[in-house]
């Protein structure tokens, strides 16, 4: 069973810097695409960023330029580094995988806060 563990969530004042990370249990080149998705009170999940294989990065127009999606495949871990963050990123983050035959993995989430 895979599994997804996110780590780096907290309270931060608005124009600050969090990190997140996601360890995995697997081997990360299982997985065809990673991704950070986020869902804020009385809203649906949206992806924030994903990372193909490849390298290839896309991400939500609403934090183009301030958040940065990396892997790092020594380490099996997914990583998010999120700049002049806003109130309006408060949510809970969680980290996304899917594998070849297209088998979907979530993290259990950690809630990023942004408040003065």
């Known amino acids: 069973q895979v599994q997804l563990v996110e780590s780096g969530g907290g309270l931060v004042q608005p124009g600050g810097s969090l990190r997140l990370s996601c360890a995995t249990s697997a081997n990360i080149f299982s997985f065809n695409v990673m991704g950070w998705y986020r869902q804020a009170p009385g809203k649906q999940r949206e992806l924030v960023a994903s990372?193909?294989?490849?390298?290839?990065?896309n991400y939500a127009d609403s934090v183009k330029g301030r958040f940065t999606i990396s892997r790092d495949n020594a380490e099996n871990t997914l990583t998010l580094q999120m700049n002049s963050l806003k109130p309006e990123d408060t949510a809970v983050y969680y980290c996304n995988a899917v594998n070849a035959i297209l088998q979907r993995y979530w993290g259990q989430g950690t809630q990023v806060t942004v408040s003065a």
């Open positions: 990372i193909a294989t490849g390298g290839q990065t």
